[in-house]
């Protein structure tokens, strides 16, 4: 039986918020690696991860606040806050 990721990782406490982003950032990138490694698709990966993410802020800040936070980011993403760089060859 696997163990909650909670339960797997011994975090330090007391993290900032900018702390917490990072090492989340870090985990993400391990997970979808992990996923990738296993066949499942990028684009399952982010779909999912977008469906979870959903339910978890439904969860704890409603549907209300969840779509004016939805609306700024389409807002971010139309303005091509998330476009990557081309890396250099």
Do not use: Y
Not at 16 to 30: A, H, V, W
Not at 57 to 72: R, S, Y
């Amino acid at each position: 039986m696997e163990l909650a990721l909670a339960e797997q990782i011994d975090l330090p406490k007391d993290l900032t918020d900018e702390e917490q982003r990072s090492l989340c950032f870090k985990m993400f990138n391990k997970f979808w690696h992990q996923a990738s490694s296993q066949g499942i698709a990028f684009d399952t990966v982010g779909t999912m991860s977008i469906s979870a993410t959903l339910f978890a802020l439904i969860a704890k800040h409603g549907p209300d606040t969840t779509a004016e936070f939805l609306d700024d980011l389409a807002k971010s993403v139309r303005s091509g806050e998330f476009q990557l760089s081309p890396k250099p060859h």
